[in-house]
């Protein structure tokens, strides 16, 4: 049985998502020692740099999604069942990273699709209280553990027919977030085949920096940050980090 | 105490709150372990729970974090796992609550 982690990674006219792709494999090799396929486009993979072994699997990105007025790719996400070639996946953004192998346990389950449908803000501010927004609890696609079974093609088959009549599912879930957003897709996808009852989740939150949070350092054991004119630091602890600046530099 | 010094110190114990927070937030996620396929939380719920049902019982049924049962065979094994996971996470806490108290 193979386990292993599956990256999507496609630069934007804004960011170099391939940085954060860099840092996020160093972390992933240290901590989870796992393998690792990076999804990525052919222009993006050649600005990265060499990270040892690393299966690489080159796509064409879908584009047309913004956030904020910026592009903002991340579309191909629906197809991650086809796209791992491993048993056992972790699905992660690249720009979540692992200062611990606490994801390690979450692949010695029989679960077959797992999903965390909690966040836990960094800053104490709660920033993330999305839970008006739509008729359903919002679940955060960050982090995806999943194994080859049926019920897990389901879902992902799910998602790629929300992504096809967003707009439908968005009225339906009265969702008001109006681009394309894996968050919002999963959670409705797992709603659907689940016949609208209870799912499973991931224990514990995802811990999370938000956007207002700016980053002043990426350690090897954590993250440096300025919010509220205040410097904090987060040490041996995984971390979601939404503000991407520092990578431009 | 003048204004700008109780603000100082409103600012500090709220900075030592968020910190606390994030500290306990990553001991629960510490505390997550697998056993036989399925998710514990090696918290003292747990913990009570199973050293009183391996006192009464050699094999038993506990649920998991998603309520799924799950057949414990090895009652030692199992608590001990959970007593090491539970006790590393609080070492851990209780170095990070020690830097509160020097703030």
Redesign the interface.
Known sequence: MSTGVLLYCSNTPTYDYHRIAERCVELIKKNLKLEITIVTDAKTFKKFKPLGMINYKLIEPELGNKRNGEQWNQLERAYAYEHSPYDTTILMDCDYFCY?D?LL??T????DFLIHDKI?D???KGAYDFRKDSIIPMLWATVIVFKKTDRAKRIFDMVKYIKQHYQYFCKLYRISFPNFRNDYAFSMAMNQVNGNTQQ??L???I?TLPALAKILEVKDTGIVFEYDN?I?E?E???VHLISKEIFNV | MTVGELKQKA?LS??I???K??AL??S???Q???HN???F?ADAQTICLVKTLSEHKDIFFVLD??N?PCEIKDPAEFLNKLIERNQETLN?YSQIHETFKRR
């Open positions: 611990t606490n346990t979450y010695n389950i029989d679960n836990h960094l800053t104490g499973t989740f224990p514990g939150k811990p205040k904090n987060i041996n602890q995984d | 600012d709220y900075d709150s968020v910190a927070n994030n937030e990553r629960e996620s510490r997550i372990i697998a396929e399925h998710l939380k974090t998603n799924n851990a």
